[in-house]
């Protein structure tokens, strides 16, 4: 693809994420009104009601998460109740979500708990004056081999369609909310100890500790909403570590570890983002998740802006967060490392992983199993996280803050 036509398809990436953010009230006189959910034995049946008669088109996306999208023209979301323009389905429906996906169309994308296919689309006109048109859409669960066949994006021969369909596939924007979403990651769990000191202390148990200390931490500033991937002595898959951080729709991912080495000496804490062959491993799983097309080079585009994005995001976090870790206690030498970590492969949401001293180190030990010490430590990485946002501006300037001294619940 020459560089002009990359100039093109950038800009009008551009163009189409702007887009996603503006209020649907500004472009259409036509409005999403309701939607709501039917559940009959296994079957599903999705309504979104509107105001006025209009075409529409359903079809499903594989995932992580599988996905049905209902495209309609440009309309104006006036559900009361839920102004974000997000909501929680029912049946084989998930959390749900509008938004405008170009300047002519708008998009009702619903995460789907499992396989389905749409056995049934169709336009129901008012019951009597004044009600609304309704969309619907009938879904039956199906088997993985089903869905996979049936899925995928419909074909259209405009590049701004195509390019607004692609940005669905590998990102969608977080919505406008007051607080941010963080996932905590506490490594290991369950059948899973991690690495163990010389007294038997289990890395699985100080990372959950720490974890739900710096949930305690966040959550004490009003100014984030925070998920765990664990919250007990169990063992996550890490597929479904990283389906946490995709199904809240993270705005950042950290996983929380402690190290070892065969060398006692060795001591200080670390924090990994992806190295080169990890990045490789993201790039073929968001080329796995997108649907059939011919233009080939656009999803390349795509995949490549997203990933250098996240890259780069997730190396901004890392350092900002080394900084404050050194004042909390020793840093590993050259702390900022890379590794092909699974968990750090989502290509859409920063992630890191944070090393917090070695489990073999007699001091390093002390500290991971202080809860003083654990509390300093994850004050650091608080202040990390805010001082992060604050470079984003995503959070205003931060003000003196009473959190930072916490109680111990």
């Keep these: 693809m020459c560089d002009g ?9 551009w163009a189409i994420l702007g887009s996603l953010l503006v209020s649907a009230g500004a472009v259409a006189d036509q409005q999403v009104r309701d939607v709501r959910f039917g559940v009959e034995d296994e079957r599903t049946r999705v309504v979104i009601e509107i105001s006025d008669s209009a075409s529409f088109r359903a079809f499903t996306l594989e995932g992580p998460p599988d996905r049905l999208v209902v495209d309609m023209p440009a309309s104006a979301w006036a559900v009361r109740g839920l102004d974000t323009g997000e909501g929680l389905g029912a049946g084989l429906v998930g959390n749900f979500r509008f938004f405008n996906n170009s300047a002519n169309s708008s998009r009702v ?9 749409i056995a049934s689309q169709f336009v129901l006109d008012p019951s009597s004056a004044g009600d609304n048109y309704r969309l619907v859409i009938d879904l039956a669960p199906a088997n993985p081999r089903s869905f996979a066949a049936t899925s995928g994006f419909i074909r259209t021969g405009e590049l701004e369609s195509l390019i ?19 996932v905590i990651d506490a490594g290991h769990g369950g059948r899973d100890p991690g690495s163990l000191s010389p007294s038997g202390t289990r890395e699985s148990d100080v990372a959950l500790e720490a974890a739900r200390e710096l949930r305690r931490q966040l959550e004490a500033t009003g100014r984030y909403d925070v998920y765990m991937t ?44 992806l190295n080169d062959r990890a990045e490789n491993r993201a790039r073929q799983r968001a080329h796995q998740g997108q649907g059939p097309t011919d233009q080939v080079d656009v999803n390349n585009i795509l995949v490549e802006l997203e990933l250098r994005e996240k890259r780069n995001q997730s190396t901004a976090f890392a350092e900002v967060l080394l900084e404050h870790l050194g004042t ?35 001091n390093d030990e002390a500290n991971l199993t202080s809860a003083a010490a654990r509390r300093r430590q994850m004050a650091a990485v608080l202040n990390g996280i805010d001082a992060y946002f604050e470079q984003r501006g995503d959070l205003g300037p931060l003000q003196e803050n009473p959190s930072r001294e916490l109680p111990v619940r």
């Design 164 to 182: 607004a369909e692609r940005v669905e596939a590998v990102y969608t924007p977080p919505p406008s909310r007051a607080r941010r979403v963080l």
């Design 328 to 362: 909390a206690g020793p840093l590993l030498q050259n702390p900022h490392r890379q590794a092909n970590l699974f968990v750090l492969l989502d290509s859409r949401v920063p992630a890191v992983l944070l090393e917090m001293g070695f489990m073999t180190n007699r």
């Design 109 to 117: 994308v619903f995460e789907l708990d499992g396989p389905a296919v």
């Design 230 to 273: 664990r919250d007990r002595d169990v063992y996550p898959s890490w597929e479904n570590r990283v389906g946490v951080m995709v199904e809240q729709r993270a705005d950042l991912f950290l996983s929380i570890h402690a190290d070892s080495s065969a060398d006692s000496s060795v001591h200080g804490t670390a924090v990994y983002t």
């Design 5 to 13: 036509v990359v100039m093109q398809v950038q800009r009008l990436i």
